[in-house]
């Protein structure tokens, strides 16, 4: 939103773990910037496939969206692939943008714009609370949040 862009499309995660904190992570700062009425949530998944399918639905609906926001990087490269060979200039025509910051994003010929989870972190994270719950006998150790970042790349520009 901070591009201009009112019309964005969330091609979600279909029965993933995740799905559904990812959807309410879309519709939630849509609502807080009174954009109810341009919700598009469309069917996706885990990789490339439903990606290109939420691409193809895009590509014949009546309004095409400014960006599709992806349930994670691969999607999004399925989208990117079929928005690309339908002659649509991406980020002109549409941005996209996954979720995962993958292997796959930085490639140059990919150059996605996605959002990083900070894994480094979550595996020091994870490591520590494991430990901790051993050698306390299992006590419960909290929970630790690790804020995701937006990496811009290639595939999202301003509105308009």
């Not at 993958?102 to 990919?110: G, K, M």
Request: glycine content about 12%.
């Amino acid at each position: 939103m901070s591009l201009g862009h009112r019309d964005i499309a969330h091609i979600d995660g279909g029965r993933a773990p995740g799905t559904a904190e990812r959807r309410r992570g879309y519709r939630t700062p849509m609502n807080r910037h009174g954009l109810a009425d341009h919700i598009r949530i469309l069917p996706g998944g885990l990789t490339a496939q439903p990606g290109s399918t939420a691409a193809n639905t895009l590509l014949t609906s009546a309004a095409r969206p400014g960006p599709a926001l992806a349930f994670n990087d691969a999607c999004a490269t399925g989208a990117l692939n079929t928005l690309f060979r339908s002659g649509l200039s991406v980020p002109h025509d549409i941005s996209v943008v996954g979720f995962d910051d993958s292997r796959l994003a930085p490639l140059p010929h990919v150059d996605l714009t996605t959002v990083a989870q900070g894994i480094p972190r979550l595996a020091e994270l994870a490591v520590a609370h494991i430990t901790n719950r051993l050698e306390n006998s299992g006590t419960p150790t909290g929970e630790d949040v690790v804020a995701p970042h937006l990496v811009v790349r290639g595939t999202t520009t301003a509105a308009g």
